[in-house]
């Protein structure tokens, strides 16, 4: 009986090592008033006819979006998408890492 409780001791002070390790690494998430949250935030309040999208007029409200809206407006419809402002800021970021 005595072997299965030091086994039994053992399994388990393993596990807890091994979900602190793991706990450890796990990076904390980005608080609440992070910049995303913020741009989120303006997108949001730009957005006046509240489709989801940004046009040129709503645009003027964010002036680097509108410096820069052609640009971003990939497709062409005429509307910035998050998912296009996404792949720009993307697209921005690995031409600075170069």
Same mark, same amino acid.
């Given at each position: 009986?005595?072997?299965?409780?030091?086994?039994?001791?053992?399994?388990?002070?393993?596990?807890?090592?091994?979900?602190?390790?793991?706990?450890?690494? +796990?990076?904390?998430?980005?608080?609440?008033?992070?910049?995303?949250? #913020?741009? &989120?935030?303006?997108?949001? @309040? $730009?957005? /006046?006819?509240?489709?989801?999208?940004?046009?040129?007029?709503?645009?003027?409200?964010?002036?680097?979006?509108?410096?820069?809206?052609?640009?971003?407006? +990939?497709?062409?419809?005429?509307?910035?998408?998050?998912?296009?402002? #996404?792949? &720009?800021?993307?697209?921005? @970021? $690995?031409? /600075?890492?170069?």
């Amino acid at each position: 009986m005595k072997k299965v409780n030091v086994a039994f001791v053992t399994v388990l002070l393993s596990a807890s090592i091994g979900a602190s390790v793991v706990f450890a690494q +796990t990076p904390p998430e980005a608080p609440k008033g992070d910049r995303a949250h #913020k741009m &989120h935030e303006r997108l949001k @309040a $730009a957005d /006046k006819d509240g489709d989801g999208k940004i046009n040129r007029t709503e645009a003027a409200a964010l002036p680097r979006i509108a410096k820069h809206f052609d640009e971003i407006d +990939t497709n062409k419809d005429g509307f910035v998408t998050t998912a296009e402002l #996404k792949a &720009h800021r993307d697209k921005r @970021a $690995a031409h /600075k890492q170069k």
